[in-house]
């Protein structure tokens, strides 16, 4: 994945940091929905994508799964910036405003709830006026309890020291 900038660490340990960055690097669904990393912080993510034709709908502006999919992958990292590997279970999103041409959705999320078994998140999607396209909310159930030691033991199967 190709950083559409520097991303920021809001404080992260640095392995947990890397391993984030690492483990999304080879990311098909951040490639295709062209995500980009802004910011990870503990319990905290931003990520951004610059709207371009592939993400309009029928109508000529961004899709709907397109907001979807950029709240779920924000929420997501989130929850692994808690060093916590989890499954979306539910997710709800309200659409305020469409977005178009020329503009750079940011998602920005946060862990509101950091349980051993499920993390809820918020998520709120803007634009680079700062107006609020789109709002929302999910439950992720939790697959793995420590991430970095998941991540570094599976280096270290790819013959990575």
């Known amino acids: 994945m190709t950083m559409f900038r520097e991303v920021e660490n809001k404080n992260l340990p640095c392995h ?31 990520l951004e994508v610059p709207v371009s034709k592939m993400h309009y709908n029928t109508a000529g502006v961004v899709h709907g799964g397109v907001f979807a999919g950029l709240m779920d992958a924000a929420m997501d ?12 279970a539910s997710m709800s999103t309200s659409y305020l405003k469409p977005a178009g041409k020329g503009d750079v959705l940011k998602a920005e999320a946060a862990v509101s709830l950091d349980g051993d078994i499920v993390c809820h998140c918020t ?9 609020l396209l789109a709002a929302g909310q999910g439950t992720f159930q939790i697959q793995i309890a420590d991430f970095v030691q998941y991540y570094a033991a599976k280096l270290r199967e790819n013959g990575y020291q």
């Open 16 to 46: 947990l940091f890397g391993y984030i960055l690492d483990a999304e690097e080879n990311n098909a669904f951040f490639d295709t929905m062209d995500i980009y990393f802004a910011a990870l912080g503990d319990g905290t993510a931003e």
């Open 77 to 88: 990292m989130a929850v692994l910036t808690k060093n916590k590997v989890g499954m979306i």
């Open 123 to 131: 998520c709120q999607i803007k634009n680079q006026r700062d107006e």
